[in-house]
């Protein structure tokens, strides 16, 4: 299977600790955009690159959230000191292009305790 | 993005057509009509898109009202493998993201 690849797939983690998730995309794919999703919400958008730049943040990205994607294929989503209300689904979608539909992942489901 | 308003909920009986409305009246000329949908503890999954015309695949058919003010997604034949929310979002043609909103809950009953 060659789809977007989301790693782990559930975190429990303790209030204010770091966590990092991990994000492969379609290979090729030039876009790769995080997502949030909360229970009964639609997924929000956070981030997207094209390459290694990130072209867009959301305001719902704060500063203890950072994404990086170094070399232009995978990208890696860190939150720094969690808080409760991290606790969501992470998900990570790729596309080729900008008009192009997105592939997403199964998600990193975050517990936040 | 333009704002769009879904049925929070529906149902429908299995083998049936599945008739999913989405209005979208502040569509500006630039903006398609995308549907999505996200069966339960998996990521979302493209279905359809069109800018004017309708448009058809081997998921669904969308259809696009003249005014381009709102659409509707059929599923022809409903199998209980297409219960899920199913999303209606516009999009720019150049934009950077899709909005979601909260969707449409399909139920497809035996």
């Known amino acids: 299977d060659t789809g977007v690849s989301q790693d782990p797939r559930h975190k429990i983690t303790k209030r204010g600790q770091n966590v990092t998730f991990r994000c492969d995309p379609i290979?090729?794919?030039?876009?790769l955009y995080w997502y949030r999703q909360t229970l009964g919400q639609g997924p929000e958008f956070l981030t997207y690159?094209?390459?290694?730049?990130?072209?867009?943040k959301s305001r719902l990205l704060s500063d203890r959230f950072s994404a990086e994607r170094p070399k232009g294929s995978f990208s890696t989503l860190e939150i720094q000191r969690t808080e409760q209300g991290d606790s969501a689904m992470y998900l990570c979608?790729?596309?080729?292009?900008?008009?192009?539909?997105?592939?997403f992942g199964s998600g990193t489901q975050l517990s936040v305790l | 993005d333009a704002k769009t308003t879904q049925p929070p909920s529906m149902d429908c009986a299995e083998g049936r057509a599945a008739n999913l409305p989405c209005n979208h009246s502040?569509?500006?000329?630039?903006?398609?009509v995308y549907w999505y949908r996200q069966i339960h503890s998996q990521g979302p999954q493209y279905i359809i898109h069109?800018?004017?015309n309708n448009e058809t695949n081997e998921m669904a058919s969308l259809i696009i009202t003249e005014d381009r003010k709102s659409s509707t997604l059929i599923l022809p034949h409903a199998t209980l493998r297409d219960t899920a929310v199913y999303y209606c979002?516009?999009?720019?043609?150049?934009?950077?993201?899709?909005?979601f909103g909260e969707g449409t809950q399909l139920t497809v009953n035996p």
């Open positions: 690159f094209q390459n290694e730049a990130q072209l867009e």
């Open positions: 290979s090729e794919h030039n876009r």
């Open positions: 069109g800018l004017k």
């Open positions: 502040t569509i500006s000329g630039n903006e398609y």
């Open positions: 979608a790729s596309s080729l292009t900008v008009n192009e539909k997105l592939f």
């Open positions: 979002i516009v999009r720019e043609t150049s934009g950077s993201r899709l909005t």
